[in-house]
């Protein structure tokens, strides 16, 4: 099986270097100084991966390039690389269809974690879209363990039956995907192992093996027993997602938001920040545990 095609943007020779090294085992790699020779390689190859500077002469013409890339491929996710990060630039980059933003400098992890983000959210089976175009309205409900390595294979499956409601296209899938991805995550971090923002900036600086610590964490009472639950109401005009964990809750209002410009480098919040610009609604319970995402359907939407 082939390796999926990533094409490198950026101005900075080092960048190229640093990022071949990492994803050449997972990925081939191409590479261009400029958005125009960006642009040529794309109308030439169509890639999965597509990672780029957004500081070039005009912060505008990356969007504008972020913008006809979505319109030609679909399907290609796309992460912006800045320096001079702004909430501005951010926003923009992730409303013109971009998965993701790292600001410089990042680390090696970072990009492991990005990467195994673009990795789960593009294993959207292809399916019948014409076996279910009858469908106006379905409910159903989930009940996970504290487990990370199930999320994966339960977004396979959950997906693979949301694709199939009429309303539906691959940018929409993209979002719920990525949506619910990060929302169970948090369920499971944040919620049922009580790890606040404050305890995992400290805990990615103490041990070696962040998400080995998680593991053992979960694996222990009380948290062994606590499950996450999920429910999704489809409607021909929405879909929602009720997303409840068995933690203590939290502050939603104490969150540290990557709007403010201190935080932009800290991973921290960037899962709500993101599916907060992806969804056309977020809102939590007061206690904090439970969240709602909604997402409004447009079937003539391409």
């Not at 101005?11 to 590479?31: A, G, Y």
């Not at 680390?107 to 959210?121: M, N, R, W």
């Not at 103490?206 to 489809?234: C, G, I, M």
Request: glycine share 2%; with cysteine; aromatic share 8%.
């Amino acid at each position: 099986m082939s390796k999926p095609l990533a094409l490198i943007v950026d101005s900075d020779p080092i960048v190229h270097e640093l990022m071949r090294e990492i994803l050449t085992s997972k990925m081939s790699i191409d590479s261009a100084r400029t958005l125009d020779e960006a642009m040529k390689l794309c109308w030439e190859r169509e890639y999965t991966l597509i990672l780029t500077e957004i500081q070039f002469a005009e912060t505008q013409s990356a969007i504008n390039f972020i913008e006809k890339i979505k319109r030609k491929m679909p399907n290609t996710q796309i992460v912006v690389m800045t320096g001079k990060a702004t909430v501005e630039n951010a926003v923009a980059a992730l409303r013109a269809g971009a998965m993701d933003f790292l600001t410089k400098p990042f680390s090696i992890e970072d990009i492991a974690l990005l990467i195994e983000k673009f990795f789960l959210i593009t294993n959207i089976r292809e399916t019948d879209y014409s076996l279910l175009d009858a469908m106006i309205e379905e409910k159903r409900s989930f009940a996970l363990p504290t487990d990370f390595s199930l999320i994966n294979p339960f977004l396979n499956e959950m997906m693979t039956i949301i694709t199939r409601f009429p309303g539906m296209n691959k940018k929409i899938l993209l979002i719920i995907r990525l949506s619910v991805y990060e929302m169970l995550v948090n369920a499971m971090e944040h919620g049922n192992l009580e790890i606040d923002y404050q305890m995992k900036k400290d805990l990615l600086e103490e041990v070696t093996d962040y998400q080995e610590y998680l593991q053992k964490r979960a694996a222990n009472e009380p948290f062994l027993s606590r499950k996450v639950w999920l429910s999704y109401h489809y409607e021909t005009t929405q879909i929602s997602f009720t997303i409840t964990d068995e933690g203590k809750g939290f502050d939603v209002s104490k969150i540290p938001s990557p709007r403010d410009e201190e935080n932009m480098e800290n991973l921290n919040g960037r899962g709500i920040f993101i599916t907060r610009v992806n969804m056309d609604a977020i809102t939590y319970n007061d206690k904090g545990n439970i969240v709602r995402l909604v997402k409004i359907l447009n079937p003539a939407e391409e």
